[in-house]
């Protein structure tokens, strides 16, 4: 079976599942496709618990029992280290950094390069494509990459505190999320003002091409099972 057609019977009958059983379900999704693992192993996997989840149902029985264990987060762990223990070096280094490009070209290329530099420029009727890369720009988009890295491995643990049904938590998730927003804002804004050394200049179209070619051969290989 393809990827598309895991994601697609994943999505259909899991809205069968009950309340409990979904939220259960939705722990391991989302444990494993943000995991570094390959996106069909990850749909494969996730499409043979949901089977679990269904024949739980159907016998009503506990869904732990079927997993063997009321851990799901081990549960997943589990799989996803015997997954990865199996990759080559080069393998194991793509799924840590395949997100690289796709930052490079929407933090970077966008936000930094065509809205903060470029725009300006054409509006005052400079017509520039050489875009100076500053120490600002470069600090910026090494925080981006940070942020986007600990978020990708956060997301379970935020999902449950968010899911937990305790107010008190969510409460106090949601204001220091605010304040790391607020946070990371002002050094933004920091950095541009102080941290206005040129490095180095780039063409912006040979930049965003060179990028787009590399997110479209990530695009084929990650869905070459599709």
């Known amino acids: 079976m393809r ?14 599942l009950s309340k409990e059983n979904q939220d259960k379900f939705n722990e391991i999704l989302l444990k494993l496709r943000f995991a570094k693992i390959d996106n069909y192993e990850a749909e494969e996997f996730s499409h043979h618990c949901l089977d679990l989840f269904l024949q739980a149902e159907e016998t009503n029985t506990p869904v732990e029992e079927l997993l063997a264990t009321d851990d799901i987060n081990a549960f997943c762990e589990e799989f996803i280290f015997e997954s990865q223990s199996g990759y080559s070096f080069l393998k194991k280094l793509y799924c840590k950094i395949n997100y690289l490009p796709m930052i490079l070209f929407i933090f970077t290329g966008i936000f930094e390069m065509l809205i903060g530099y470029l725009l300006k420029a054409w509006v005052h009727k400079q017509a520039l494509l050489t875009v100076p890369v500053t120490l ?29 049904g305790d107010k008190k938590k969510d409460r ?25 050394q040129v490095l180095f200049s780039l063409n912006y179209l040979i930049f965003m091409s060179v990028l787009g070619v590399v997110l479209i051969i990530q695009h084929l290989l990650n869905n070459r099972n599709q």
């Open 3 to 16: 990827t598309k057609q895991y994601i697609k019977e994943i999505n259909k009958y899991s809205a069968t």
């Open 172 to 196: 106090l998730a949601t204001i220091m999320l605010w304040l790391a927003f607020c946070m990371l804002t002002a050094i933004f804004i920091l950095t541009k003002l102080f941290l206005t």
């Open 136 to 164: 600002s720009m470069a600090v910026n988009t090494l925080i981006a990459i940070c942020v986007t890295y600990i978020l990708f491995n956060k997301t379970y643990y935020l999902y449950k505190i968010f899911n937990c």
